[in-house]
């Protein structure tokens, strides 16, 4: 069975800095690869994903993740984090079901906080 | 379009008693996931339904739990009875097999305590 590794629980960055919240899976394949964002009191949104192709995705809010089969990781990465970024990120991976449907693993999640 | 849309926001319930949550996918949607979260475990996958049908309910955590999906724009979660153990956050998700079947948009949960 697949697992997914989100090894940092919390993280906090002053705004302006870098961010590179790490993800590593554990899957017999190469799987389907995301993330997800989820605001306090909020659903889960999906910020990218990887199927194949170039390994560095882009996402939407400025983010970027790069697949690196030797390491099995997809770490998630932004450039210059704005406090609105504080939140709790979720790497995800799903085998495609053969039903139509992708059936995600969770990490178990990093919550950044944003220091002005 | 006003996204999956669960009921309640929130639940507080007494031991032994019945709850039951609710959701509405996205209109057109045709996969339907329902998720727990708690601190300890993350973010499970308990069932989900293609079409209406359940296809995998193997992450339902015994008999007290079961999910239905009568139409294409609603479903329900039933914890019967409820035990304290159940307290967690419970999200639904859609997606799109046709269109975008990677793509699950998750509502905004239903916040269950069990006293």
């Known amino acids: 069975a697949q697992s997914v590794t989100q090894p940092d629980i919390h993280i906090t960055v002053s705004e302006g800095a870098s961010l590179e919240l790490r993800c590593n899976y554990s899957?017999?394949?190469?799987?389907?690869l995301f993330w997800y964002v989820q605001s306090p009191g909020q659903g889960l949104q999906l910020l990218l994903k990887?199927?194949?192709?170039?390994?560095l995705v882009q996402g939407i809010k400025g983010f970027e993740a790069e697949f690196k089969r030797s390491q099995s990781s997809f770490n998630l990465r932004k450039p210059s984090v704005h406090w609105s970024d504080a939140a709790e990120y979720f790497c995800?991976?799903?085998?495609?079901?053969?039903?139509?449907?992708?059936?995600?693993?969770f990490g178990k999640g990093t919550k950044l906080s944003v220091i002005p | 379009d006003a996204g999956v849309i669960q009921s309640p926001r929130h639940e507080v319930t007494e031991m032994g008693q019945e709850v039951t949550l609710r959701c509405k996918p996205i209109?057109?949607?045709?996969?339907l996931f329902w998720y727990r979260q708690t601190m300890m475990r993350g973010l499970e996958l308990l069932i989900y339904?293609?079409?209406?049908?359940?296809?995998?309910d193997s992450g339902m955590p015994e008999d007290r739990f079961s999910a239905k999906m009568p139409n294409a724009s609603f479903s329900t979660l039933k914890i019967q009875p409820s035990e304290p153990r159940d307290s967690a956050v419970y999200f639904c998700?859609?997606?799109?097999?046709?269109?975008?079947?990677?793509?699950?948009?998750f509502g905004p949960g239903t916040r269950l305590t069990v006293l």
């Open positions: 995800a991976v799903a085998p495609y079901s053969g039903a139509g449907s992708y059936q995600l693993t």
């Open positions: 209109s057109g949607h045709n996969s």
């Open positions: 339904f293609n079409n209406n049908v359940p296809i995998d």
């Open positions: 990887y199927f194949s192709g170039d390994t």
């Open positions: 998700a859609s997606s799109s097999l046709a269109g975008d079947p990677d793509t699950q948009y």
């Open positions: 899957y017999g394949a190469t799987p389907y």
